[in-house]
């Protein structure tokens, strides 16, 4: 599995999904332009001592990195539910920005593959961390938690 983030904005977010990363053993990708440094001390504080266990790429564009894997992007606006969806163990599974979320051209070049995460209407939408918990998880199920139980 590889988490990819599209020029995330909120270093805290980045540092908890990094930490989930490192603790499933899932890779993580991120898209520039990112809204903080990576030595941005509230994302290492949110990754604690994750970060030397971490399988983090930095790459420039977003088309560098769709090639690799079977992709799978998130967002509150799609229509069908991430948990219809068959994930590999090669999937990547994208996240936009915190503010702006995933760019016109993916929804128009890839609108099948376009799943979200329940909720209520009358909310903004869920927390970027816990909106890619609550997806790698599921991929991480549909793959019998491999990366996870493998290593017991």
């Excluded at 915190?98 to 929804?107: A, D, F, H, R, S």
Aim: glycine share 4%.
């Amino acid at each position: 599995m590889n988490i990819v983030l599209f020029e995330p904005q909120i270093p805290q977010n980045t540092g908890n999904i990094a930490r989930t990363c490192a603790a499933t053993n899932t890779k993580l990708t991120l898209v520039r332009p990112l809204g903080f440094s990576l030595a941005d001390r509230h994302m290492k504080r949110a990754g604690l001592d994750y970060w030397d266990r971490l399988d983090l790429t930095v790459v420039d564009e977003i088309e560098e990195i769709l090639s690799q894997g079977s992709c799978f992007f998130f967002s509150s606006k799609a229509e069908r539910i991430y948990s219809s969806a068959s994930y590999p163990a090669d999937a990547l599974l994208i996240f936009g920005s915190e503010t702006t979320g995933l760019p016109p051209i993916l929804w128009e070049k890839y609108r099948e593959q376009f799943y979200t995460i329940p909720m209520v209407q009358e909310q903004r939408c869920l927390n970027l961390a816990s909106s890619v918990a609550i997806v790698l998880y599921e991929a991480l199920r549909q793959n019998n938690f491999d990366p996870l139980i493998s290593q017991r």
